[in-house]
C-alpha cells in the first residue's frame, strides 16, 4: 500500500514560514540582549548619583504633574519657561521622572520576565485566576509591550523639544544639555 506525496507547503507559504522563524529567533536574540542592557540599567543606577534621578518625591506629585502636562499642553506652544527646569540635581521634571520610573521599573521587568516565561512555557502555572497561566502571561507580556511602544513614541517626539528640534539628540550623543 503505497501512499502520494501530497504537495501541501506553496512556496509563499514556506518563505512565511521562514520569515516568521527568523523574526522569533531575533526577538529571543534581541530580547536577551535587552535584558542583559537593562540589567546594565538597572544596576548602575543602584551605585551611581544618576539612580537619584529616579526617586519620586510623592508629597505635592499630583500638582507638579499637573503644573508640567499644563506647560507641555498649552505653555511650551505659548513660548513660556519651563516650569522645572532641568539642573545636574534634577535632569528631569516630574512628569517625566513619573513615566521613566513607570516604565523602566514596571513595564520593562514585566516584559521580560513574561517573555521568559513564554520562552519556558512549562515554568508558567497552568491556572491562574481560572484561566490558562499561558494566555495570562501572553495578556500581560502584550500589554506591557504596547505601553513602552506608546512611551516610546511619545518619548521621540519629546526629545524634538528642545533648543531645535535635534539639540536632545546631540545632547544624548554627547552629553552635554542645551538650556532653551
Not at 53 to 60: A, F, K, P
Not at 98 to 113: D, G, K, N, R
Not at 136 to 149: A, E, R
Request: net charge positive; glycine share 8%; hydrophobic share 45%.
Amino acid at each position: 500500500m503505497s501512499q502520494e506525496r501530497l504537495y501541501l507547503y506553496p512556496i509563499w507559504l514556506r518563505f512565511w514560514h521562514l520569515v516568521n522563524a527568523i523574526l522569533c529567533f531575533i526577538l529571543i536574540v534581541t530580547g536577551i540582549i535587552l535584558t542583559i542592557n537593562y540589567l546594565i540599567f538597572f544596576i548602575g543606577n543602584l551605585f551611581t548619583f544618576n539612580g537619584k534621578q529616579y526617586q519620586i518625591e510623592y508629597r505635592g506629585l499630583s500638582s507638579r504633574l499637573m503644573k508640567q502636562a499644563r506647560y507641555y499642553a498649552f505653555g511650551i506652544f505659548t513660548g513660556e519657561n519651563p516650569p522645572f527646569p532641568i539642573s545636574k540635581e534634577n535632569k528631569f521634571n516630574p512628569l517625566q521622572r513619573f513615566s521613566y520610573v513607570f516604565i523602566m521599573y514596571l513595564f520593562i521587568p514585566v516584559v521580560f520576565i513574561t517573555g521568559f516565561a513564554l520562552l519556558y512555557p512549562n515554568t508558567i502555572p497552568t491556572i491562574v485566576l481560572g484561566t490558562s497561566g499561558l494566555h495570562l502571561t501572553d495578556l500581560f507580556h502584550i500589554i506591557s509591550g504596547f505601553v513602552i511602544s506608546i512611551f516610546m513614541v511619545v518619548h521621540i517626539y519629546f526629545c524634538t523639544i528642545g533648543k531645535n528640534p535635534g539639540a536632545n539628540f546631540k545632547s544624548i550623543m554627547n552629553g552635554y544639555h542645551e538650556p532653551l
